[in-house]
């Protein structure tokens, strides 16, 4: 029994379009897995411009954001993200990637018409790549899963703001046109959107880091004396946190549904692998330490799925799923966490070869058990909630 992806609750023109993503990426987007221009830090620019090309070839560029530029419901939009994530590379090609997807939902919510039309126009037709600048080196004493630390500074002067300090793991931002900005004012947390590349933002170093499919990869980068035109604020002075927290749930949950795509890809390779392989006198599948791995995978993945389907409910209800979407990314990246490792075990020497996508599947899924908040903090987060919930039952 091969993992089927659900169809039940998703309207006919949603699986219309996740299906043709489904088709692009399998038969377009694959063939790429093996290209030399994906280095270390992800896909050449001209690779991902190769990719998008063949997207808007095959409609499918962009395809959770309507031409009117509504965007699906977050249940639909789990359908079509899954099949972009068959392979590493889809996301990127179809523009569902992060931080991009992230970035264009939030721009959605919260910036002006101006501003929508100068930055989120050309995020949606694929023609740029954007970044978002949070996160700051732990050697620096600032944020990482905690944003309050936030170190860097913004101030008013005259019609500009004024923005200093340094930020990690910003992912993407070389080659970027589009960059927000977070930073502290004396009023609280601040977000510019900013044109990319600017002379005061400069990229100290892009590190090596597990994963190798996002263009750009993660880098350090110092911002000095950047000046921002007062328009480009994102909202209000103070309120940035509270944007944070409209891309946040959303963002948590698109992760899920793209790296379940990878598993399911990953999981099919294994299955195959089992299936064609022989030792010991039988086919790796009819030995029970192998048979039971692909029938706990296949009970992982639709697990993963449904979880991800009640936390896009959930959203979709207009509810802010702060708790629901904590829940379902500890309980997704660790399912997908075992998956992937599950499939490298089932292939062996194989399994830790570039000669199949598995290796990298398994980097990428293990780096997203980081992403968007580690495990723990997570799970820290929700039993103080608990704790919460309890001392108000007891002072009822």
Not at 100 to 107: T, V
């Amino acid at each position: 029994m091969a993992f089927k992806f659900e169809r039940n609750g998703i309207s006919d023109p949603a699986l219309e379009i996740a299906d043709r993503v489904e088709a692009f990426v399998r038969d377009k987007i694959v063939p790429f897995e093996h290209d030399k221009r994906l280095r270390a830090h992800g896909p050449s620019q001209d690779m991902v411009e190769e990719m998008r090309a063949l997207a808007r070839e095959a409609g499918v560029m962009t395809p959770h954001i309507l031409p009117d530029g509504s965007h699906l419901t977050h249940r639909a939009t789990a359908a079509v993200l899954m099949r972009s994530g068959l392979s590493p590379l889809g996301p990127t090609a179809v523009n569902t990637a992060a931080p991009d997807e992230g970035n264009m939902y939030l721009l959605g919510k919260v910036a002006s018409p101006e501003l929508k039309k100068r930055f989120l126009d050309p995020l949606v037709a694929g023609k740029t790549r954007s970044a978002f600048f949070m996160t700051e080196l732990a050697a620096d004493d600032g944020a990482g899963s905690d944003p309050s630390m936030m170190k860097t500074t913004c101030r008013p002067d005259g019609n500009h703001w004024v923005v200093n300090g340094r930020k990690a793991y910003i992912t993407g931002v070389e080659g970027a046109t589009v960059g927000i900005v977070m930073a502290k004012s004396d009023d609280g947390a601040c977000m510019f959107l900013v044109d990319l590349p600017n002379p005061a933002i400069t990229i100290e170093r892009v590190l090596d880091t597990l994963d190798s499919t996002m263009p750009g990869g993660h880098a350090v980068v110092k911002i000095d004396n950047l000046r921002v035109p007062a328009d480009q604020m994102l909202g209000r002075n103070g309120e940035g946190f509270r944007y944070a927290q409209v891309r946040l749930a959303p963002a948590r949950l698109t992760h899920c549904m793209r790296w379940l795509g990878a598993c399911v890809r990953a999981n099919e390779i294994a299955g195959d692998y089992a299936n064609k392989r022989s030792a010991f006198g039988k086919k790796l599948i009819d030995h029970e330490g192998v048979g039971f791995m692909l029938a706990e995978s296949l009970i992982d993945l639709k697990q993963a799925e449904l979880m991800t389907y009640w936390c896009a409910d959930i959203l979709d209800s207009g509810a802010r799923g702060t708790t629901e979407s904590s829940m379902t990314k500890v309980a997704v990246s660790e399912a997908l966490m075992r998956i992937a490792d599950r499939c490298v075990q089932m292939m062996g020497g194989q399994g830790i070869t570039a000669d199949t996508v598995v290796e990298r599947v398994f980097r990428e899924v293990r780096a997203f058990r980081i992403y968007d908040g580690p495990t723990e903090v997570h799970k820290w987060s929700l039993a103080g909630k608990i704790k919460r919930d309890w001392e108000k039952g007891q002072a009822a």
